[in-house]
C-alpha cells in the first residue's frame, strides 16, 4: 500500500503486519498536520500568541507610565521618563515621547519577542520533524513591507510638527545672549538696559566657605586633598544643601545644579536665547523648556520657549567640554512681569544679593517682610519657614 505525506511516498512492505500499517499512518497523519501548520493554515496559536503580546505590551506601559515620576524643572532620584514641561514645545515632546512613539516601540518589541518564543517553540524539531518547504507567501511580503511604512510614516508626521515649532521662533518679547566658557555660562540682555551677569556652579567649597569663613575653611580643609578632600566637602556640605548659608540669600539650593547669579524670565512670555561660546564646544539645555542647543565658537545658535509656570528650572551643559563639564548648569527662574523688572533693575545696579533676594520671593514664597526689606540695604533673611521643610521632603 501507498501513503503520501508532504510530497513524499511511504510504502508499505506487502508483507507488512497490521502493527507496521498502523505506524504508518501515525507518521502520515502526523506530516499532513505540518504540512497544513507551516502553510500558515492554523491561525489559531498565532492569533493566541499575538494576543498574549498585546496584553503583556499593555501592562509593561502601564508599568512604564506609573514609574514616571513628576519633576518640575530638576531631575529627581529614580526619575524615569522626561522632566515636567514648563513650555509648549516640552508638551509636545513629551507627548511625542510617552504617548506616541515609547508605546509603539513597546509594543513592536514585545510582539517580536513573542512571535520568537512561539517559533522556538511550535518549529522547533521535536514539534516540526519535517519542516515545510515554503519559501514564498505574497500576503505575507506585503504585509511586513506596507505596516513598517505606515508606523513610519505615522511616526514622521507628528516628528515634523515638532521640529517645526522648534524653529518658529514667534516675535520675542525679549532675548538673551547665552556664551559657554569652560566652565560657565555668561549672560546678556540687550533689550533689558543691556545688563550682564556670569553664572557659575555653587560647590560644596563655596558653601563651606561661606559658612566657615576663609580662615575656618583652610583650618579644616587646609591638609586635604585629591579624592581625601572631595568626600570630606562632600559629608560636611551634606546639611548645607536644605539650609544654605546667609551668602546665599535663602532659598533651597540644589547641588550640582544651583548657581551662584541664575538669569530670570517673565511667565508666558516669548524669550529667544541667542547661544555662542568662547572657546569649545557646550551646549545650552534647560529639559523643562525643550531647549537643547550647541554653542559653538563663531556662531550663533538659537533657541526660543515661552515657560507658561513660574519657577526655577534647571539644566546642564549637555556636550562633553573639558574636566568640568559637569560644573557649568544653567538655572533659569520664571517670575512675573513686576519681579522681573525689579530684577533687571538690581542687576543693573549690580546687587546680586538683592537680586537673588528677588527671585526667592518670587518663587519660593519667602516672606513678604523679608522682600521689603530688598529695597534698602537690610540684610535678606532667610527662607520663610516651610521652604525648607518643603525642601527636605
Ligand atoms: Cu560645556
Given at each position: 500500500?501507498?501513503?503520501?505525506?508532504?510530497?513524499?511516498?511511504?510504502?508499505?512492505?506487502?508483507?507488512?503486519?497490521?502493527?507496521?500499517?498502523?505506524?504508518?499512518?501515525?507518521?502520515?497523519?502526523?506530516?499532513?498536520?505540518?504540512?497544513?501548520?507551516?502553510?500558515?493554515?492554523?491561525?489559531?496559536?498565532?492569533?493566541?500568541a499575538l494576543m498574549l503580546g498585546v496584553a503583556i505590551g499593555a501592562t509593561a506601559l502601564a508599568c512604564s507610565t506609573l514609574a514616571v515620576y513628576a519633576a518640575?524643572?530638576?531631575?529627581v532620584?529614580g526619575q524615569l521618563g522626561l522632566?515636567d514641561?514648563?513650555?509648549?514645545?516640552?508638551?509636545?515632546?513629551r507627548w511625542f515621547h510617552n504617548s506616541w512613539v515609547n508605546p509603539m516601540i513597546i509594543a513592536i518589541t514585545v510582539f517580536v519577542m513573542a512571535?520568537?518564543?512561539?517559533?522556538?517553540?511550535?518549529?522547533?524539531?521535536?514539534?516540526?520533524?519535517?519542516?515545510?518547504?515554503?519559501?514564498?507567501?505574497?500576503?505575507?511580503?506585503?504585509?511586513?513591507?506596507?505596516?513598517?511604512?505606515?508606523?513610519?510614516?505615522?511616526?514622521?508626521?507628528?516628528?515634523?510638527?515638532?521640529?517645526?515649532?522648534?524653529?518658529?521662533?514667534?516675535?520675542?518679547?525679549?532675548?538673551?545672549?547665552?556664551?559657554?566658557?569652560?566652565?560657565?555660562?555668561?549672560?546678556?540682555?540687550?533689550?533689558?538696559?543691556?545688563?550682564?551677569?556670569?553664572?557659575?556652579?555653587?560647590?560644596?567649597?563655596?558653601?563651606?566657605?561661606?559658612?566657615?569663613?576663609?580662615?575656618?575653611?583652610?583650618?579644616?580643609?587646609?591638609?586635604?586633598?585629591?579624592?581625601?578632600?572631595?568626600?570630606?566637602?562632600?559629608?560636611?556640605?551634606?546639611?548645607?544643601?536644605?539650609?544654605?548659608?546667609?551668602?546665599?540669600?535663602?532659598?533651597?539650593?540644589?547641588?550640582?545644579?544651583?548657581?551662584?547669579?541664575?538669569?530670570?524670565?517673565?511667565?508666558?512670555?516669548?524669550?529667544?536665547?541667542?547661544?555662542?561660546?568662547?572657546?569649545?564646544?557646550?551646549?545650552?539645555?534647560?529639559?523643562?523648556?525643550?531647549?537643547?542647543?550647541?554653542?559653538?565658537?563663531?556662531?550663533?545658535?538659537?533657541?526660543?520657549?515661552?515657560?507658561?509656570?513660574?519657577?526655577?528650572?534647571?539644566?546642564?551643559?549637555?556636550?562633553?567640554?573639558?574636566?568640568?563639564?559637569?560644573?557649568?548648569?544653567?538655572?533659569?527662574?520664571?517670575?512675573?512681569?513686576?519681579?522681573?523688572?525689579?530684577?533687571?533693575?538690581?542687576?543693573?545696579?549690580?546687587?546680586?544679593?538683592?537680586?537673588?533676594?528677588?527671585?526667592?520671593?518670587?518663587?519660593?514664597?519667602?516672606?513678604?517682610?523679608?522682600?521689603?526689606?530688598?529695597?534698602?540695604?537690610?540684610?535678606?533673611?532667610?527662607?520663610?519657614?516651610?521652604?525648607?521643610?518643603?525642601?527636605?521632603?
Open positions: 500500500m501507498t501513503m503520501v505525506g508532504m510530497g513524499r511516498v511511504v510504502t508499505a512492505r506487502p508483507n507488512a503486519t497490521q502493527h507496521d500499517i498502523g505506524r504508518l499512518r501515525r507518521v502520515e497523519r502526523r506530516m499532513t498536520r505540518t504540512r497544513i501548520d507551516s502553510a500558515a493554515g492554523r491561525l489559531q496559536p498565532k492569533f493566541g518640575a524643572g530638576q531631575p532620584s522632566q514641561a514648563a513650555t509648549p514645545v516640552m508638551e509636545y515632546i512571535l520568537l518564543a512561539y517559533v522556538m517553540w511550535r518549529f522547533s524539531e521535536k514539534n516540526n520533524p519535517v519542516p515545510s518547504k515554503l519559501t514564498h507567501h505574497t500576503g505575507l511580503e506585503v504585509a511586513w513591507t506596507v505596516l513598517p511604512i505606515m508606523i513610519l510614516v505615522a511616526i514622521a508626521i507628528p516628528s515634523f510638527k515638532l521640529l517645526f515649532e522648534e524653529y518658529r521662533y514667534p516675535k520675542p518679547d525679549l532675548t538673551i545672549k547665552a556664551t559657554g566658557n569652560a566652565w560657565f555660562w555668561d549672560y546678556e540682555y540687550p533689550d533689558n538696559d543691556k545688563i550682564k551677569l556670569t553664572a557659575n556652579m555653587i560647590s560644596d567649597e563655596d558653601l563651606l566657605e561661606a559658612k566657615l569663613g576663609r580662615d575656618g575653611y583652610a583650618k579644616q580643609f587646609g591638609a586635604l586633598s585629591g579624592t581625601q578632600l572631595t568626600k570630606a566637602l562632600y559629608q560636611e556640605a551634606k546639611p548645607l544643601w536644605l539650609a544654605p548659608p546667609e551668602k546665599y540669600a535663602g532659598g533651597r539650593l540644589v547641588r550640582q545644579l544651583s548657581v551662584d547669579n541664575e538669569i530670570a524670565v517673565p511667565v508666558n512670555k516669548v524669550v529667544h536665547v541667542l547661544i555662542t561660546s568662547n572657546d569649545v564646544i557646550h551646549s545650552w539645555t534647560v529639559p523643562s523648556f525643550g531647549s537643547k542647543v550647541q554653542a559653538v565658537p563663531g556662531r550663533i545658535t538659537a533657541t526660543w520657549f515661552q515657560a507658561t509656570k513660574e519657577g526655577v528650572y534647571y539644566g546642564q551643559c549637555s556636550v562633553l567640554c573639558g574636566r568640568n563639564h559637569s560644573a557649568m548648569p544653567i538655572a533659569v527662574r520664571v517670575v512675573n512681569d513686576q519681579a522681573f523688572a525689579n530684577w533687571v533693575a538690581a542687576v543693573k545696579a549690580r546687587d546680586m544679593k538683592k537680586a537673588r533676594g528677588i527671585l526667592l520671593a518670587a518663587t519660593e514664597g519667602i516672606e513678604p517682610r523679608s522682600f521689603a526689606e530688598l529695597t534698602g540695604d537690610a540684610q535678606i533673611e532667610g527662607p520663610a519657614e516651610g521652604v525648607l521643610e518643603a525642601a527636605a521632603k
